[in-house]
């Protein structure tokens, strides 16, 4: 499976970015997550897709700012993110896994398909 991260960009604190996932295969058949890395810091979950539902999950730092969408005509997972703060600075990678991992979620190595990632950089 291919992913594909991008939409990302410059924007003030206060301002939006929507980020695009598109893969190779449909994305409903996947669990599709975003995650993002600081400098210096470890790779954190964002937010995650659940295969086969409409179920999402979001870590509490964007939960009502940032909106997972999907468009599978498309095989595009989309990330609306609102609100922006400096805090939300980093590269954004989408990953995505085929197996069950409910629980693990969170966890990077629940993964085993990644893009490349796509910078996000909000400026105060």
């Known amino acids: 499976v291919q992913l594909q991260a991008s939409g990302g960009g410059s924007v003030q604190a206060g301002g939006s970015l929507r980020l695009s996932c598109a893969a190779s295969r449909r994305t409903n058949t996947m669990t599709v997550a975003w995650f993002r890395q600081a400098p210096g810091k470890e790779r954190e979950f964002v937010a995650a897709f659940f295969r086969w539902s409409a179920s999402t999950h979001y870590a509490d730092s964007v939960k009502g700012r940032f909106t997972l969408s999907r468009d599978n005509a498309k095989n595009t997972v989309y990330v609306q993110m609102n609100s922006l703060k400096p805090e939300d600075t980093a590269v954004y990678y989408c990953?995505?896994?085929?197996?069950?991992?409910?629980?693990?979620?969170?966890?990077?190595?629940?993964?085993?398909?990644w893009g490349l990632g796509t910078l996000v950089t909000v400026s105060s």
């Open positions: 990953a995505a896994t085929t197996s069950a991992i409910l629980s693990r979620v969170r966890e990077v190595d629940a993964y085993n398909y």
